[in-house]
Structures are given as C-alpha cells and as structure tokens.
C-alpha cells in the first residue's frame, strides 16, 4: 500500500546528518555530527542519544559517540553522497527515524552537485536496496528497503520549508546556507521560481572559521581537529571571532552576487548561522540546522507522488 512507504528528506552534510519524516501522524528527526568510528562495548548511559549499529557485519559509532569513543573516527568530507562514510552515515539516520520496512529518500545536494550524473550515482548505489540494521544498544532490527531515492538542491530545501505557509512571495528571494565546507547562493525570482543564472556554490563555510581556531591554537601548541573545535566550550572567544568575519566573507559575497538586495528578501540557514550575526537586513530561518532536511521532506511528498 502506498500509505505503508515512508518518504523521508535526508541531509547528509559534512558537518551534520539531519533527517526528517512524517509517517502515520509522527514526526521522526534526527541530528547527529557526520562522523562514524569502528564501534565497542562500552557504558553507553554516560552519552546522551548515542549511535552505535551493525550492518554487514559491521559494527560501527556514529556521531559525537564515533569522535569521542570510535577507532579510526571518520568525518564526511567528500563531495560524492555515495562513499562509504556517507552510506554507513544513512543506515545511521535510517536507524534512527525509519519506523517503515520500505522508505523514499528525497536526498539534499550542493547546488554544483545538481546534475544527471549525481543523480545517476545514487540511483545505481541505493535504490531498491535492502539493508538490515541491527541497534548495538537499544537490540532489535529494522530490515529497510530504499524503494526510490532522488536528490534536490539543498538551498531550495530550505527556503521551501521557510515559504512553506507563505502564498505571497512577491519580491525576490535568496537563500544563503552556510555549510561546513561551502555556502549555497540560491536565487528566487517571484513567486519562488528559481534562478540559475544567480545561483552559485562558494568556497567558504564552518571550516573556514574553525581552521582559524585551529591555526592560533597550533601556534599554542594545542593540536585539535576540526571536529573537536566545533563542539568544544573551551574556546569560545577565538571562535566569536572567526564567526565574526566569516559572517562579514559571507555578507560581501551576497553584495558582490545580488547588487539588488533592497528589493530582495534575504534568508540565512544552515546549522554555522546559529553562531553567526549580519547588521545587514538578513533573516535566519524557523530551525536553520533542520530547514533543509524539512525541505527535502516536502519535496519527497510531491516528487514520490
């Protein structure tokens, strides 16, 4: 039956996997960092919300319990959404909110990902494949299908779930989302109709600020990966700052690609924006960590019709 397939929009970024659901009256979502780690026994009650699974005879940590507890703890840090860190990072967040033996993945990509070829390659790695997982620590099996799995831009996600009760969208529209490793110009004419010639993908995002904690913490002889300075409170001034001028980066690259901000209505999302403050007239979104995956989900509604 149609109602017995669960469409879920899933965000698999290199900083974080958010993936969110709807199904038979519930809400599922899940957030957790995008690293995996070769899992063990461990007292998993002094870790809150922690991932550890096995699929293929593979036992594995994912999110903050792989860096902190894993062997060899993995980060995604590749373009390409079909590596093997970012299927055993799927498997984790379908452990996680699928409650269907059959689901349909609608699957956030940067905007220069948005092509045939992309398409092709998660088609031919996921679709109509079946996956048994078995939770390490809450015990029992979820036996999975990926009945249908398609991608879409993930700044047009967001500004879908930020619209979503929003009928007027009179003035242009761009939505900047801040990722780890890029940010997504996205650039909507109208009522909400996409612009590819002012759209673009720019090099610039979390790590850029964390890279520079990173190298004043280096010069102290403080060695921290990238992972560890992102969730640390131990340095919070010097990550002030670098959030300071990466979100002055950010507002000059918006004013060099749309000369017509006045007439435009400007949103920010993308879990880097909750550190982030612009004196420019710009609106962070409702859950800017969550609006993408949110988003994927309404497109998942229509596109698996």
């Known amino acids: 039956?149609?109602?017995?397939?669960?469409?879920?929009?899933?965000?698999?970024?290199?900083?974080?996997?958010?993936?969110?659901?709807?199904?038979?009256?519930?809400?599922?979502?899940?957030?957790?960092?995008?690293?995996?780690?070769?899992?063990?026994?461990?007292?998993?009650?002094?870790?809150?919300?922690?991932?550890?699974?096995?699929?293929?005879?593979?036992?594995?940590?994912?999110?903050?319990?792989?860096?902190?507890?894993?062997?060899?703890?993995?980060?995604?840090?590749?373009?390409?959404?079909?590596?093997?860190?970012?299927?055993?990072?799927m498997y984790a967040a379908l452990n996680e909110i699928a409650v269907a033996d059959n689901v349909k993945i609608m699957l956030g990509v940067p905007y220069k990902l948005f092509k045939k070829t992309t398409l092709e390659e998660v088609i031919s790695k996921?679709?109509?494949?079946?996956?048994?997982?078995?939770?390490k620590?809450?015990?029992?099996?979820?036996?999975?299908?990926?009945?249908?799995?398609?991608?879409?831009?993930?700044?047009d996600a967001a500004l879908l779930w930020e619209a979503r009760n929003n009928p007027n969208n009179n003035n242009p529209?761009?939505?900047?989302?801040?990722?780890?490793?890029?940010?997504?110009?996205?650039?909507?004419?109208?009522?909400?109709?996409?612009?590819?010639?002012?759209?673009?993908?720019?090099?610039?995002?979390?790590?850029?600020?964390?890279e520079y904690v990173q190298?004043?913490?280096e010069n102290e002889n403080i060695i921290k990966d990238l992972n560890e300075?992102?969730?640390?409170?131990?340095?919070?001034?010097?990550?002030?700052?670098a959030y300071r001028v990466l979100s002055e980066r950010v507002a000059q690259d918006v004013e060099d690609n749309w000369i017509n901000l006045d007439e435009m209505d400007v949103y920010i999302a993308g879990g880097t924006a909750l550190n982030m403050n612009f004196d420019k007239n710009f609106k962070i979104v409702e859950e800017p960590q969550m609006a993408t995956a949110k988003g994927l989900y309404l497109v998942g509604t229509k596109k698996f019709k």
Request: aromatic letters at 10%; a neutral charge; proline letters at 1%.
């Open 229 to 241: 300075i992102d969730t640390s409170t131990d340095y919070e001034d010097l990550k002030q700052n």
């Open 137 to 155: 620590i809450k015990g029992g099996y979820k036996n999975i299908t990926i009945a249908d799995i398609s991608i879409f831009r993930e700044g």
């Open 215 to 217: 190298n004043v913490l």
């Open 1 to 89: 039956m149609k109602d017995d397939i669960q469409i879920i929009g899933m965000d698999l970024g290199r900083g974080y996997v958010k993936a969110y659901s709807e199904f038979n009256s519930m809400k599922k979502e899940c957030l957790f960092k995008s690293v995996i780690g070769l899992g063990r026994a461990l007292d998993f009650s002094n870790y809150e919300n922690p991932i550890y699974v096995e699929v293929d005879n593979e036992e594995y940590f994912a999110g903050m319990l792989a860096e902190k507890e894993g062997y060899t703890p993995t980060r995604n840090s590749r373009d390409s959404k079909t590596t093997a860190t970012v299927e055993k990072l």
């Open 173 to 210: 529209i761009g939505m900047v989302s801040v990722g780890f490793r890029t940010t997504e110009l996205s650039y909507f004419d109208k009522n909400l109709k996409f612009n590819d010639k002012r759209s673009k993908t720019i090099e610039q995002g979390n790590r850029s600020a964390l």
């Open 126 to 135: 996921y679709k109509d494949k079946e996956v048994k997982i078995k939770d």
